[in-house]
Nanobody, 121 residues
Framework: QVHLVESGGGAVQSGGSLRLSCAAS????????MGWYRQAPGKQRELVAD???????NYADSVKGRFTISRDSGENTVYLQMNSLKPEDSAVYYC???????????????WGQGTQVTVSS
């Protein structure tokens, strides 16, 4: 069993900051890619940022220069530092990780339960 638990969402005013955390736990053999997605009402879920096991990062154009993704491989945790937040950043943010369970050969996708981020103007 593998679980992803997110924390750090909330409500802030435009220009404010939030830091999201996502911790993976369970029978983890290895984690290749960890990332954050978001879904606003009436919109499709979209990639915000992801980070590989070699710390290679990828960002959506809409968050470049404002958001920073990082990971603590020893703690199986990924973070998303969000600065200069805008109302259009409001969404449910989901953590996703490609995890290989112990004693298996292949990775599977796991998702967190989501955390709400609300940015008011």
């Amino acid at each position: 069993q593998v679980h992803l638990v997110e924390s750090g969402g909330g409500a802030v005013q435009s220009g404010g900051s939030l830091r999201l955390s996502c911790a993976a736990s369970g029978n983890i053999g290895g984690i290749h890619l960890m990332g954050w997605y978001r879904q606003a009402p009436g919109k499709q879920r979209e990639l915000v940022a992801d980070i590989s096991m070699w710390s290679s990062t990828n960002y959506a154009d809409s968050v470049k220069g404002r958001f920073t993704i990082s990971r603590d491989s020893g703690e199986n945790t990924v973070y998303l530092q969000m600065n200069s937040l805008k109302p259009e950043d409001s969404a449910v943010y989901y953590c996703k990780a490609d995890i290989r369970v112990q004693f298996t050969l292949f990775s599977n996708e796991y998702w967190g339960q989501g955390t709400q981020v609300t940015v008011s103007s």
